[in-house]
């Protein structure tokens, strides 16, 4: 009779076994996809964020026992332990689906191919090696990410030779489009803004082509050409991203560009590129593939340009652009209002012009004054880029204001930097009313994460009055330290689960005048 229903419970906890299997599988693809498929960035993601899946230990646990131990009393314990323990595993992993995921896993053709590499060793371990579908899910469930990475390994020959065939295509496209002039945009912080406000100020004159969204990567260039590119087209604003050493050399030697622009330099990505030195020789590979005599565009408010800039001098033009330093295309008479930005843009033989734009922070003005300075170098006459500053769109989530009756939520959600977090605490200073900052810190700074935090809290301190911190303390309470040690109120400094409860909290702050919320990076899943 045990017999009979240890049967039953096996295949009814084998069901389950699957459905969790199915919703955790779905869980780490999507992790595996927002870290870029790379093996060594998802087995550290795992590593570090092991408290997410820690039910699965006791899976294996339970499982293993299950397996060993063939008593058939304790079978049946474990079975109905088991079965329980499925349901309580399935209703989180439903959770992360439904609920905590922001970004959701995209069905590429990519993970079309990493999924029937994963059903079919699942299939051949099963005919092969041992037939029980009961062992191989328990398996599968509790060494997902071991079998991601594994299967990953076994696609890459396929996925390399995929890849070389789109290369070679998007090649073949630009070889048959001569007339094309390719500017590479890099930066560790304002491509995105800058290729935007470009195309804005150069689409009336010519037939542009930009790489969509944040498709900054080899591949995301590759299908920019294939799938975009047209024999109209006059100059391709290409974006440049790099997460690895040697990322924006591989873009410019398959594309290499007519002209470059470097937006900021400053500490980004840390845990893969190591030292700042490295992030530093990464983008000015943009500069070392503009051949000789072609423009380079440096941001002369950045030490990093400006140091680097003397080696260039006389093998390449060099265009600056600033705000501070007044070097090449500079603003001065910065003037924020309840419409944006005024300012004065004068060039370097002297002529000036007086700009009005939608856009807020002194980062926005520096990426238009390049904008400008690359315009004007295409032949686009200084005050006939009037009108094109004025109809300049907000990038969505940087330093984007949205109205909400008596609340203004400036929107900076899209990425934190160090010198993004300072200017836009900085930013939210100039406003009059109550500034509320709303924040879960900033991420892959590497052992220096600790320290840009702290400083972030002591910019907040000094701009803010109330600073509302959201999700892992290991983020967040070296903000608060830096608030408290500059002297903020204590009772001022909060922190929250999500997102949802501490905006519930901002808009329950009852103050004089306007209120303005600044919402400082939005951290993805995998964090």
């Not at 955790?24 to 550290?44: A, D, I, P, T, V």
């Not at 398996?139 to 071991?146: C, K, R, S, V």
């Not at 992030?279 to 070392?288: E, G, H, P, Q």
């Not at 300072?422 to 200073?429: D, I």
């Amino acid at each position: 009779m045990l017999i009979t229903i240890y049967q039953v419970l096996e295949w009814i906890e084998t069901g389950l076994l699957m459905v969790t299997l199915f919703l955790g599988l779905h869980y780490n693809l999507q992790m595996f996809q927002q870290n870029g498929y790379k093996n060594g960035e998802y087995f550290s993601w795992g590593t570090k964020n092991f408290d997410r899946q820690r039910f699965l230990m006791p899976t294996a646990v339970i499982f293993l026992l299950q397996y060993w131990v063939k008593v058939p009393v304790v079978q049946l314990i474990l079975a109905v332990v088991m079965i329980i323990w499925s349901i309580a595993m399935i209703m989180a992993y439903s959770l992360y689906w439904k609920t905590e995921t922001k970004k959701k896993l995209v069905v590429t053709a990519r993970v079309k191919r990493l999924i029937t590499t994963l059903v079919i060793i699942y299939v051949v371990f099963l005919l092969i090696l041992y037939r029980d579908p009961w062992f191989w899910t328990g398996f599968y469930l509790f060494a997902m990410q071991e079998i991601i990475i594994f299967c990953n390994v076994i696609n890459h020959p396929i996925e390399a030779g995929i890849n070389k065939h789109y290369i070679h295509d998007a090649q073949r496209i630009i070889r048959a489009n001569p007339q094309i002039k390719i500017i590479g945009i890099t930066g560790s912080y304002g491509k995105t803004s800058m290729k935007y406000y470009l195309n804005t100020l150069l689409k009336d004159y010519y037939d542009v082509l930009i790489t969509p969204g944040n498709y900054n990567t080899t591949l995301g260039v590759v299908r920019t050409i294939r799938e975009h590119l047209k024999p109209s087209n006059q100059i391709f604003l290409c974006e440049m991203g790099a997460r690895h050493v040697h990322d924006i050399k591989e873009i410019c030697d398959l594309f290499p560009p007519q002209e470059g622009i470097i937006t900021s330099i400053g500490p980004q990505h840390l845990e893969t590129f190591h030292t700042q030195e490295n992030i530093v020789n990464t983008k000015f590979a943009l500069a070392d593939a503009v051949p000789y005599g072609g423009r380079i565009y440096l941001n002369a408010d950045n030490e990093f340009e400006l140091k680097r800039a003397s080696e260039y001098t006389g093998k390449r033009k060099i265009v600056f652009y600033s705000y501070k330093t007044n070097k090449g295309y500079h603003a001065s008479e910065v003037r924020l209002t309840t419409l944006g930005t005024e300012f004065t843009l004068t060039t370097p033989n002297g002529e000036t012009a007086r700009f009005t734009m939608r856009l807020i922070g002194e980062h926005n003005v520096i990426n238009v004054c390049g904008a400008i300075a690359v315009a004007v170098e295409q032949g686009i006459p200084l005050e006939k880029l009037r009108v094109p500053v004025r109809r300049i769109e907000p990038v969505p989530h940087r330093l984007q204001m949205i109205q909400r009756g008596e609340v203004t939520i400036i929107d900076d959600a899209y990425n934190s930097n160090p010198a993004g977090s300072k200017a836009a605490v900085e930013t939210l200073h100039m406003f009059d009313g109550t500034r509320i900052l709303v924040t879960p810190g900033m991420v892959e700074l590497g052992d220096k994460e600790v320290d840009y935090n702290y400083k972030f809290g002591t910019y907040a301190a000094a701009n803010c009055d109330y600073i509302l911190l959201v999700g892992r303390l290991s983020h967040t309470d070296p903000i608060k330290k830096g608030a408290l040690d500059s002297g903020f109120p204590e009772s001022k400094v909060r922190s929250f689960e999500d997102l949802e409860d501490a905006m519930n909290c901002a808009y329950g702050i009852s103050g004089e005048g306007h209120k303005y919320i600044l919402l400082e990076n939005d951290l993805p899943d995998a964090y």
